[in-house]
């Protein structure tokens, strides 16, 4: 982190109230100000996730049914034919049925998203989420 600049704003004093209470339930490392800088850094992040050539780095969780026709080799299928964009997979047994699979990606955020759409269109896939972050410079 670079030198720290102080700078005030005005803020509706219910804003604050609601604000404080974050603050509060992220616990006691945390404090306005970090949590403001935490706050700015999400956005930045979001934005450059909107930016389709930009890269980044991200966590696909899927939860399948192991049982389903072909759905193992099917995922295995697509994240063979873009290894170099997925660099680790954890793949947990939940339950006697249920599998969890965690696919951490890099690459442009386009060919990213997509991926992660192509894996979570596989049929018998029933829940899953990508969530992006960055090795921007603000970090
Ligand atoms: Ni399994």
Do not use: Y
């Amino acid at each position: 982190m670079g030198e720290l600049v102080r700078f005030s704003v005005a803020v509706p004093e219910e804003l604050v109230m609601q604000f404080d209470n974050l603050v509060a339930r992220r616990g006691l490392a945390k404090n306005r100000s970090e949590v403001i800088r935490d706050l700015i850094r999400e956005a930045l992040v979001n934005e450059e996730w909107e930016d389709p050539l930009a890269e980044i780095v991200g966590t696909l969780t899927l939860v399948f049914n192991h049982h389903a026709s072909d759905l193992q080799s099917k995922l295995d299928h697509i994240q063979h034919d873009h290894h170099a964009k997925i660099i680790s997979s954890m793949h947990i047994h939940l339950d006697a049925h249920n599998c969890l699979e965690v696919i951490v990606l890099r690459g442009r955020s386009d060919e990213i998203r997509q991926l992660a759409e192509s894996i979570l269109g596989v049929k018998g896939v029933k829940h899953g989420q990508l969530a992006a972050t960055t090795t921007g410079r603000w970090l």
